[in-house]
């Protein structure tokens, strides 16, 4: 019993001792002052990671992510605005890489695509139950007129 609790003990230091080099943060960046660090995090935050898609560039650990961080964190250090650096991203990589992008003609469907979905939903739903609503009066009806019948 005792050489079982030794075994699972030297294990579980060997799973520890092996997840060490993935404890380190994303990507570690030297920052000014604490100032510096939450304007990164917010632009990061706002910046759409274009492998993953669903997540932005503060929490993508995609290579493409990494190295966007590293130009959004040089641009900084060069003195551009937050909006000068989302123009820069936009304008390589179109209003996708915004994860609020601006109401343009060529946004609608991002805009307004998920509530023409969302209405054409609830028109099936409300037409399939309509119908299923009119069948049972239907078959009820002819029930009916079967049993005064008998």
């Known amino acids: 019993m005792m050489r079982r609790r030794a075994c699972l003990l030297a294990l579980l230091v060997l799973v520890q001792v092996a997840c060490v080099p993935f404890a380190h943060a994303i990507d570690p960046l030297e920052f000014k002052d604490r ?43 060069a003195g551009k605005s937050d909006g000068e650096i989302k123009a820069f991203m936009t304008q390589r990589y179109g209003d ?28 099936v739903v409300v037409r399939v139950v309509r119908r299923r609503a009119g069948s049972a009066t239907d078959t009820n009806d002819t029930t009916a007129a079967g049993v005064d019948e008998v």
Not at 96 to 123: D, E, I, M, S
């Open 96 to 123: 996708f890489v915004l994860y609020n992008p601006p109401v343009q003609a060529n946004t609608w469907v991002l805009w307004f695509g998920p509530l023409v979905v969302l209405l054409l939903g609830a028109a």
């Open 35 to 77: 100032a510096e660090e939450q304007r990164f995090q917010k632009l990061t935050r706002e910046l759409r990671c274009l492998v993953c898609q669903n997540q932005d560039l503060a929490d993508s650990d995609a290579l493409l992510a990494k190295d966007l961080r590293r130009e959004v964190f040089e641009m900084m250090r």
